[in-house]
């Protein structure tokens, strides 16, 4: 019992992005108004980011800023002490990425809804339908 | 139907949470991911760059190259908004309202009729917000400069505290962006332009690109700001901080102009007349 919960303690923020993401992948694909598809996608995409940001976290260190003295001396710089900034940056430019790709995912929104004048998928599918027929 | 997507998620969450038991559990320090090029960057960054954030480091310099790109997908985002949504032919809208500022009278101006008199005391109001905003209007008159301050300390002060060009950019974007929710989208025109905000958007690229082939004029590769300290008078190593600080810049701009482009474009469908 105990070895079960050290693995739940030790795992749990994996499971809580997994949730997250599960809601997300939900709404991609179970929800029928386009908007709810973007807002899940976006889900999604935080998901991924804090999974990568937890990715960095060290037991018993501070953030990745250094500090130092003006002079320009400072003390030797262990990695231990600081938390891996190497998620911290990918997902820095990932945050900015995903704005961008709202922005052109609304954009095609807006496109398909003066097209159509309805954002739901399966009205807009039957629209194509009959225009083909 | 219904039951087989929520069977399909299910599954695919099961998996991976099958998979986190392999993973290494929180906080280890011997993780695999902190265990190969992370301790090079972070005991090198000051001695190489002599920046304190390492974060800012690693983006700016060590990963120039991604981070280069990474500020061109933002500025191919803001031009595919524009071109997806902009409508260049200017069709007049028939019904026009204007407010009479000293009496607060609304004035509706059907088709066919000129606007009034050009002064000072008549204001052009959307069709679909009518009512006189006092206390929107002066709480964010307060809160703009501020913030637009604050971006700036953002931008300025990456070095040595977490920020930088991304989210200095973002915060100055979203200040313009509520002086044009909470005036309208015409009076925020007269601010920044739509031609302005394409210029700046260039022009962020045009800098962080330029900083690199500055550093491949001087010598060195593309994008080693060591370079740079024979113009800018300063040792190899503050070079590169003050390099990176260049491109913090570019980047800064260029997102502060996308975010404003793709807010002009949503907000009004690419028409560019009234907004939210």
Known sequence: ?133 | MKIFKIVIVLLFGGVLIYCTLDFPSWGDPQAPASRHVSPRYIEKTIEETSVPNIVTAVLADYRGYDTMFETIVIFSAGIACIFLLRVSKRKKSGLQMYRHVPTGLTLRIEEGYGPPPDSRDFERIDLMWVPYDLIVKTGSRLIVPFSQLFALYVIAHGHHSPGGGFQGGVILGASIILFAISNNLRLSFTRISEKLAVLLCGLGVIIYAGTGILCTIFGSNYLDYGALSKILGVDVITARSHGILMVEIGVGICVMAVMVLLYYNLASAGRHDEGL
């Open chain 1, 1 to 133: 019992m105990n070895e079960f919960f050290s693995i739940v303690i030790s795992k749990l923020n994996y499971w809580v992005y997994i949730t997250l993401m599960m809601i997300g992948l939900y709404a991609m694909i179970a929800k029928n108004n386009l908007v709810k598809k973007i807002i899940g996608m976006n889900i999604l995409q935080t998901a991924v980011i804090l999974f990568f940001i937890s990715i960095g976290a060290k037991r018993d260190a501070t953030i990745p800023i250094i500090t130092h003295g003006h002079a320009g001396e400072h003390h030797a710089v262990h990695a231990v002490d600081f938390i891996n900034p190497l998620p911290h940056v990918l997902m820095l430019t990932a945050i900015v990425v995903a704005v961008a790709t709202l922005g052109v995912a609304l954009a095609l929104v807006i496109k398909l809804y003066q097209k159509y004048q309805t954002l739901e998928e399966d009205e807009i599918l039957e629209q194509i339908r009959v225009r083909d027929e």
